[in-house]
């Protein structure tokens, strides 16, 4: 969203996947990082893929191994940032054509948050994707893979 806006020159097609223009209440995602930084990266790794997979996803040991191996202090600085993006107010300045993808059962970022992306961005388009969650590359990659080379063919 950033690169559109404010490079725009570099931005031929632009797609935003299961993503939001504002994550939620700043003061929830500093206490994210603070439990990460007092308890470690196992305090949160499972609720986290809970919200990125759909409950028939199985195949989560790669993930949860990759969210338990990150450094706590990297995550949480992320966790911080995700709190601070607002990028509400710039939307209707996305000039390139664009691509919103929401999964259908993504909790994280939901289909109304892509909504809201996708109405405010001039001639965006929305596409949900059925049983997928926040992941829905992962969980559903055929579905997702259609959209998005659709969108850039």
């Known amino acids: ?6 490079a ?3 931005v031929d097609r632009l797609v935003l996947a299961c993503t939001s223009a504002r994550f939620g209440d700043p003061a929830e995602w500093a206490d994210w990082a603070a439990l990460v930084r007092t308890r470690g990266m196992g305090a949160v790794a499972e609720d986290a893929l809970e919200k990125w997979f759909t409950t028939a996803f199985r ?3 790669p993930f949860l191994r990759m969210q338990l191996e990150t450094p706590a ?3 949480a600085a992320g966790l911080e940032a995700i709190g601070s993006f607002d990028f509400r107010d710039r939307l209707g300045r996305i000039g390139a054509p664009t ?3 929401a999964g259908a059962e993504d ?8 909504a809201f992306i996708a109405d405010r961005i001039p001639d965006a388009r929305l596409v949900v994707i059925e049983g997928g969650a926040h992941l829905a590359n992962v969980e559903r990659p055929d579905a997702f893979t259609a959209a998005l080379l659709d969108h850039l063919g």
């Open 1 to 6: 969203m950033w690169l559109a806006v404010y």
């Open 8 to 10: 725009p020159e570099r």
């Open 59 to 61: 195949a989560r040991e």
């Open 73 to 75: 202090e990297d995550y």
């Open 99 to 101: 691509l919103v993808i």
């Open 107 to 114: 909790t994280a970022t939901t289909p109304a948050d892509a």
